[in-house]
């Protein structure tokens, strides 16, 4: 749509009809997640999920120099600010006092933005004339659909649907509406998997939304302060996704496979250029790490046969057979 010469209004649009469609994907898909079982395998999650983690990794540490095109981008200064952040979150996680573990990234982004504000970094600017409260307006930005931006669009929900049972198979935890990986790494290193936390960040979220001068305060933190914050989130993504692989019998299919999706995945995350030259369709599906290395994983998992003592192992299930009627 950018490429069409598209206002933000009509990106928006486009993005919420593509995704309002996407949406039936997933619901198609949890109809036959029993069957799907064969393909959304601890080996396929913990792939998708290491990937995500590591392509996450990008976001925090371009955030942690200044941010994306930042003129000072990499000063010492920003470096300096995101490092004391990381630290800060070290420190207070290896603590033995629970509340002070659970409060590490919130404090370490309290104490980030103080250090951000002595130091000249942080300067409050005058709050923007919004409203007290903004109330949501059904279909503002319009509503469209294309096809070309659905497929790839689609694909990503799948994606999401195989990453959705690696983050609950990381948490233990039940089905929730969708989830994010990023959640992995805050439970990670705060310990704190309960669901009533959810509902107390859901009431927050809203607050966010209802009153939009909370969110204009809460975007005045400067980039290097949440670059240092995140960076250890998405790296502790990257780590859930290492832990489920090493939960799946590593022989040299799996070996094989788990080398060949990383080496795809990351190839293109490093090299953004090399499908310039294919088809719009195929630079839409492929382009990401997350894709490409998903569905690299994906097919040869389907493609390349199980072991048959690998597949009996996975097959026995000592409580289910005890469950089975004489």
């Not at 981008?73 to 509340?99: C, D, E, K, M, Y």
């Not at 990257?238 to 090493?246: D, E, K, Y």
Request: charged share 10%; glycine share 10%; with cysteine.
């Amino acid at each position: 749509m950018k490429q069409r010469g598209g206002s933000p209004e009509d990106i928006l649009a486009m993005i919420f009809g593509v995704c309002f469609f996407g949406a039936a994907v997933q619901i198609v898909l949890s109809r036959f997640i029993g069957q799907l079982r064969r393909v959304i395998t601890p080996l396929v999650t913990g792939i998708v999920i290491t990937l995500i983690g590591i392509s996450l990794i990008k976001v925090g540490i371009t955030d942690l120099g200044g941010g994306f095109n930042a003129p000072d981008f990499g000063a010492p200064a920003n470096l300096a600010l995101g490092l004391f952040v990381v630290l800060t979150i070290i420190l207070l996680n290896r603590s033995n006092t629970p509340w002070v573990r659970l409060s590490a990234i919130i404090i370490g982004l309290a104490l980030g933005s103080l250090a951000a504000w002595f130091s000249g970094k942080l300067v409050p600017q005058a709050l923007p004339d919004l409203p007290l409260v903004s109330l949501p307006t059904p279909f503002r930005f319009g509503f469209n659909f294309d096809w070309s931006a659905f497929l790839p669009i689609a694909l990503i929900y799948l994606i999401s649907s195989i990453e959705t049972v690696g983050d609950l198979t990381a948490n233990c935890s039940a089905f929730p509406n969708t989830t994010f990986a990023q959640n992995n790494g805050v439970i990670q290193l705060t310990g704190v998997a309960s669901r009533y936390v959810g509902l107390y960040i859901g009431v927050l979220l809203f607050c966010l939304g209802l009153f939009p001068l909370i969110g204009a305060v809460l975007q005045q933190i400067p980039k290097p302060v949440l670059g240092g914050a995140t960076l250890v989130m998405f790296g502790s993504v990257a780590a859930a996704g290492v832990r489920i692989l090493a939960q799946a019998p590593l022989d040299r299919r799996s070996m094989l496979i788990i080398a060949t999706s990383f080496g795809v995945g990351l190839g293109i995350a490093a090299q953004p250029n090399l499908l310039h030259l294919m088809p719009t369709l195929v630079q839409n599906l492929f382009d990401s790490a997350i894709t490409s290395g998903g569905i690299t994983a994906i097919v040869l998992c389907l493609l390349l046969p199980e072991a048959k003592a690998s597949t009996a192992a996975a097959n026995h299930n000592p409580e289910r057979d005890s469950l089975e009627p004489l």
